[in-house]
């Protein structure tokens, strides 16, 4: 089954050239001063339990601006006689430790493969950090990721000796340079948009066969392991985020996770997966029936929720507001479940932030910035007002209803009872409107009746 699936794939994209990482470094040291000194460390590992640790995955922001995914390192960009210098501290080559734990590029792979001017055993971090720190003015670091840069920042800032008295040399402030790299990260490029594509193909594929293996008393795990395994055959680097795999009342569940109920044959199964591609994320949901064909109340929800979906892509164009795909689906939800007499008001009331019943039933945004993390990073409200869509930005588009009948807080129509469908595709923006990187995933009503529980 897999290897059929595999076959439908593109072939996976170049990887990052160092010439655009060069390039990113680039446009950062614009929004920087000479006597500017970054500083980005890659976090540590996480334990899972006793000596057993999580799967490892890098800073975002490093990966951004080098490509470097080994664990204890730390990039520093600084100016240097007028040139803008790349230092990378990384973990040095140790016999022993590859033997057990895998092969380290070390210094001499930093140098040769990556947009790296000069690389530093990490135990050089100290000495050769601490002096550059005495030369700089301003320190842009993220605290709380590596304690001895923390110590190294600090007491360069706290230093009072008889040069910084003479000659006035040391940091005089500490800044977060998060929402700086974030304005670069925010609009991607032909390469990352190649990335994100693969990864919504993969995902794409894992919902399909996820989609031909429902049928009546299958579990939800066991269509989680169809999709995460998927994610692993076509090479991804597995998840984007711990997948949502919801059979009924449980599809009710905004971040189910516990995935390990049987589904029957009556219900609707929602499953929120993606995979992860070179660090870049997917993000798609799909709704359908385990029986393959829907109900007259499952479709009514399905299709309605779909109208909105489709009427929220529209306006991902240049120009409008952030919030534009927002509340585009929720004046065709509010329309809809007002036609379906689920919603006693008038379409303004319904839409009320506070006094509308439209929130009983949609309770969640629309959409959020995609790319190197699944919730990426971006401000969306710069300045207090919604952000205007650009060029090369991409979001999700997310609408859902949630008809949980094990809620206290709602009276659940009875017709739509347990009913949960949400539909998400990631969507770049351009010039010529908006393009849906997921377009490949199933989701209109007969694509999916023809496909569910139909082996490929």
Wanted: aromatic share 8%.
């Amino acid at each position: 089954m897999f290897a059929e699936a595999y076959a439908r794939l593109p072939k996976q994209p170049q990887p990052t050239t160092v010439e655009e990482y060069r390039g990113r470094q680039s446009r950062l040291t614009n929004r920087f001063r000479n006597e500017d000194v970054l500083i980005v460390s890659s976090p540590s590992f996480a334990v899972h339990s006793n000596d057993v640790e999580y799967r490892y995955r890098t800073s975002s922001d490093l990966l951004y601006l080098t490509g470097w995914t080994e664990p204890e390192s730390v990039y520093v960009l600084r100016c240097v006689d007028g040139r803008w210098l790349s230092s990378l501290f990384v973990q040095p080559k140790d016999t022993l430790k590859e033997i057990w734990e895998g092969r380290r590029p070390g210094v001499e792979g930093a140098l040769q493969d990556f947009p790296i001017d000069e690389a530093f055993n990490i135990d050089e971090l100290a000495n050769e950090l601490g002096s550059w720190l005495n030369e700089a003015k301003r320190v842009f670091v993220r605290g709380g990721v590596n304690q001895e840069v923390d110590d190294l920042v600090q007491s360069a800032v706290r230093k009072r000796d008889r040069a910084r008295q003479h000659f006035g040399t040391g940091p005089v402030s500490v800044e977060d340079p998060s929402g700086i790299i974030a304005e670069l990260r925010l609009r991607k490029s032909p390469s990352e948009i190649e990335q994100m594509v693969y990864a919504s193909k993969v995902a794409s594929i894992a919902h399909e066969l996820a989609m031909r293996h429902s049928r009546e008393g299958v579990t939800e795990f066991q269509l989680q392991s169809i999709i995460e395994g998927f994610f692993s055959y076509a090479g991804a680097s597995g998840w984007s985020y711990p997948s949502i795999v919801g059979c009924g009342e449980n599809a009710t569940i905004l971040h189910y996770t516990a995935n390990q109920d049987v589904c029957g044959d009556d219900e609707v199964i929602l499953i929120d997966a993606g995979a992860e591609y070179r660090g870049y994320a997917s993000d798609i949901t799909r709704s359908w029936p385990i029986s393959g064909q829907f109900s007259d109340a499952q479709r009514e929800i399905y299709e309605l929720v779909l109208r909105s979906q489709r009427a929220a892509i529209e306006v991902c164009k240049v120009g409008e507001p952030y919030t534009a795909p927002h509340e585009a689906a929720r004046r065709v939800l509010a329309e809809g479940l007002i036609e379906l007499g689920i919603i006693d008001q008038d379409l303004e009331t319904a839409l009320d932030p506070d006094h509308g019943d439209l929130k009983k039933w949609y309770m969640h945004n629309t959409s959020h910035w995609i790319g190197l993390d699944v919730h990426d990073v971006g401000v969306y409200k710069p300045g207090g007002e919604p952000r205007l869509l650009e060029a090369g930005m991409c979001l999700t588009v997310e609408p859902g209803l949630y008809f949980g009948a094990w809620r206290p807080d709602v009276d659940c129509p009875e017709r739509y009872s347990n009913i949960g469908i949400r539909i998400e595709d990631d969507v770049l923006v351009t010039g010529d409107g908006p393009v849906i990187l997921t377009e490949d995933c199933p989701k209109t009503v007969e694509a999916i009746e023809s496909i569910v529980g139909v082996p490929l």
